[in-house]
């Protein structure tokens, strides 16, 4: 039921996604706000992430869902009256937004983790996952919809009613109480920086924290020159270019679904890395034959991939890292997303520029396979313990 209303807060979620990019540039016509909605967003994940897996750790689970749940559905209301405002306030809720959600998801996940059994992770992350993906598909279309017919309020206050929604179910779940818990009798600094040294002592951690910046990197890239690829050199226009992200999504649904079918393949950390070493395959071929079917091929294949990997790597987390640590792993496996994406956010102009569309997926398959395969080996050689480091919090 839980993992239902995430489903359904999702939907919300998405369309005030639209909403809000369709809102900031109908008020500045500008390209740049639209990126500073970004920013904004990444910036928070970067910086308070930590502090915000530390807190998760040291407290109950529930009562922090249920704090989130209603600073949620509070702030996401709230948008509703800031469309009468001026843009800046705008900005400064999405951010709120985004910090509730530093909290919300180390949460989340070690919540499944504590009422879950370890046979069963795989299995309900792949089906939270695909019904995540599906849910990025019906959500843009119901945000933009209903902007076209009542405007962005109306978006906002159905985001804030699902998030009420996942609090009526989180009040009714009975959370075990966890076997090890961060100190409180320790500063959160204390207790973040304790987060940091356990994942510097564990090579897996530490090479995933690595991917995810890498990742980070190629992701924004490719979903930036995706949009010239299809409209410029394919020709496909931009009814194309949704095409194409259908695909990708679509390709998302099936990994996740394939998730729970392979778990056994990946249950070593260095297979699970050396998989993701796959998505360089769909990316060296857009850049050798950018045309239309084989784009949306390849945009089927990268979303299949990268959700195998994510189903995987979270349910990794839930079984490898010491429950007294998973909030904090979590949030910096957040952070290095952000860490990674923020270059892009300046660069990718320049990179363009001297790369070209084509070179530009050329380059991030390459590194991916580099730097994947590297990790991989390292991890391997490492030899990796079968339990985590234990350290004190």
Known sequence: MFIGAETISGLGSSAALVATSLLVYDRTHSVAALGS???????????????????????????????????????????????H?????????????????????????????????????????????????IVSIAGPALGGALYALAGAGIVFIFNGLSFALVLFFVAALRVPRREHEASARSSVWTNSAAGLRYARSDLFILAILCLAVIDSM??????????????????????????????????AV?????????????????????????????????????????????????????????????TTFQRHVSPDYLGRVIALYGSALALGALPLAFGISPIVSVLGVRGTFAVSGILIAGTYVVLAVAVRRGELAKSPATESA
Not at 60 to 65: D, G, P, R, V
Not at 98 to 113: E, V
Not at 241 to 250: D, E, N, Q, V
């Open 37 to 83: 909605v970004w920013a904004v967003k990444a910036l928070v994940r970067l910086f308070f992430s930590p502090l915000a897996g530390a807190i998760v750790d040291r407290s109950k689970i529930k009562t922090i869902l249920m704090i989130t749940g209603s600073a949620n559905a509070v702030v996401a209301a709230s948008l509703a009256w800031a469309v």
């Open 85 to 133: 405002v001026g843009v800046w306030f705008l900005f400064a809720l999405i951010g709120l937004l985004q910090l509730i959600q530093g909290f919300d998801s180390p949460a989340t996940n070690s919540l499944i983790a504590t009422v879950v059994d370890k046979g069963d992770l795989q299995r309900v992350n792949g089906y939270a996952r695909s019904a995540g993906n």
């Open 218 to 251: 190629v992701g924004r890239a490719v979903e930036i020159v995706m949009v010239p690829l299809t409209t410029v050199t394919a020709h496909m226009g931009s009814s194309g270019l949704g095409i194409a992200y259908s695909a990708l999504t679509f390709g």
């Open 254 to 314: 099936a990994g996740a679904l394939m998730s729970t079918r392979i778990r056994k393949l990946l249950a070593r950390p260095a297979n699970l890395i050396v998989s993701y070493a796959a998505l360089a395959v769909p990316l060296v071929a857009v850049a050798v034959l950018a045309q239309r079917i084989v784009i949306l091929v390849c945009m089927f294949a990268m979303g299949f991939v990268m959700d195998i990997f994510a189903v995987s790597l979270m």
